[in-house]
């Protein structure tokens, strides 16, 4: 069983809808889990973090925690062209040290 | 604003050389890694270091050592460059002790290493 599950898209979605991202992880003990947004050839940028079940908003982005299920999702609202990108989904491993695992990314292209 | 600054944005070497790849952060991080992102492979560990002096073995270690003589600087090093090293190469460091830091990693702008 892999660590991390993302689906690899492309996720199409039009200008102004909102794009929805799931990630799911192995690791029980994991307490942190964040969101990087990926530029082609750039590197990866935080833009969101939640420790707790439950919903986290900042601005256009919502992610959603649900620890017993075992999953974290990032939506988008009003996606625009610019949100264009790779989005990685990482938790902290629980086996010592601060270490994230990392997801193979969501390629997501919003279109006009 | 932390900054992790890598040396070089783009390196191209000839197989078996020695390859450095340095990254400097100015935010007193304790914890610092280095990754390699290959299309289709993700991000992929290579060591990381939580202390001055102090190493841990990452996933993919074979081929590569590490240097870390002060908090701020981490290094990689390429023993013997070989073709399968050509990779995106990012470093990133974060703050905090223990496993659950809740800080997240800031990356520096990773070094597109080619390996001829």
């Known amino acids: 069983q892999k660590e991390v599950e993302q689906n690899s898209g492309p996720l199409s979605v039009p200008e102004g809808a909102i794009a929805s991202l799931n990630c799911t992880y192995s690791d029980r003990g994991s307490q942190s889990f964040f969101w990087y947004r990926q530029y082609s050839g750039k590197s990866p940028e935080l833009i969101m973090s939640i420790y707790s079940n439950g919903d986290k908003e900042d601005g256009r982005f919502t992610a959603q925690l649900n620890k017993a299920s075992q999953y974290v999702s990032l939506l988008i609202r009003d996606s625009q062209p610019s949100d264009s990108a790779t989005y990685l989904c990482?938790?902290?491993?629980?086996?010592?040290?601060?270490?994230?695992?990392f997801g193979a990314g969501t390629r997501l292209a919003v279109h006009p | 604003d932390v900054k992790v600054t890598q040396s070089s944005r783009y390196l191209v070497k000839r197989t078996g050389e020695k390859v450095f790849l340095e990254c400097v952060q100015d935010?007193?991080?304790?914890?610092m890694f280095w990754y390699r992102q290959d299309p289709g492979l993700g991000l992929r560990l290579i060591y990381f270091?939580?202390?001055?002096?102090?190493?841990e073995k990452g996933d993919i270690p074979e081929g590569y050592s590490v240097s870390r003589e002060k908090k701020e600087r981490f290094s990689l090093i390429l023993e013997s460059a070989s073709t399968n090293q050509t990779s995106m190469y990012l470093c990133?460091?974060?703050?905090?002790?223990?496993?659950?830091?809740?800080?997240?990693?800031?990356f520096g702008s990773g070094t597109r290493l080619t390996v001829v």
């Open positions: 990133a460091s974060s703050p905090g002790q223990g496993a659950h830091s809740p800080y997240g990693y800031t």
């Open positions: 935010m007193d991080h304790e914890n």
């Open positions: 990482a938790f902290t491993f629980s086996g010592g040290y601060n270490k994230l695992i």
């Open positions: 270091s939580y202390d001055v002096k102090m190493k």
